[in-house]
């Protein structure tokens, strides 16, 4: 029932724009958004204008951005996402989340030794995310980086498995 969440979250918003939490929430739920992705955009868009020293608008409009993307390439679109990634970690530079995505953003844009960078930083800062252990081991295969990318590849299978152990348990 995404459509459903979806739309109880973008009325939350309507009903208190000041209330970080649907923001948030629809944040996680990007790939569920469908077509209210324009909204959802826009929504964050106003979300950071309302909140300027807010790191989490500009990175939640960032990945916004991102999730229209088309599959290759880089455009208008993602270089604002850029200069909004940029932002959000100049305002919180400790965050993870904003590193990833950037180094991501970097990736694609075949900038390898600019994301192995970012990429880095957000496994230090969270060590214990797979799935930028794989992110990593891929730009370091673009670098030529052999020995790098098997160790960080050996870490995501790890990690991953360790997740879904824990998921399992929890089941």
């Not at 052999?146 to 995501?156: G, N, T």
Request: glycine content about 4%; hydrophobic content about 40%; charged content about 30%.
């Amino acid at each position: 029932r995404f459509e459903d969440t979806v739309q109880a979250f973008l009325t939350t918003i309507d009903l208190a724009p000041d209330v970080p939490q649907p923001y948030v929430f629809l944040g996680r739920m990007l790939e569920h958004a469908g077509t209210h992705m324009p909204e959802i955009t826009e929504k964050f868009a106003a979300w950071e204008r309302l909140e300027p020293q807010n790191p989490e608008a500009p990175l939640l409009h960032a990945k916004a951005l991102v999730a229209q993307l088309p599959p290759t390439g880089w455009g208008a679109k993602a270089g604002e996402a850029q200069a909004l990634l940029e932002k959000s970690i100049s305002l919180k530079s400790d965050s993870a989340e904003a590193q990833f995505e950037l180094g991501c953003l970097m990736e694609r844009k075949h900038d390898y030794p600019k994301a192995a960078e970012l990429l880095e930083k957000s496994i230090q800062l969270d060590p214990q995310n797979p799935v930028a252990h794989y992110r990593l081991a891929r730009v370091y295969d673009r670098l030529g980086r052999k020995e790098q990318a098997d160790a960080e590849r050996a870490l995501h299978e790890r990690l991953s498995a360790r997740e879904k152990q824990d998921l399992d348990r929890r089941a």
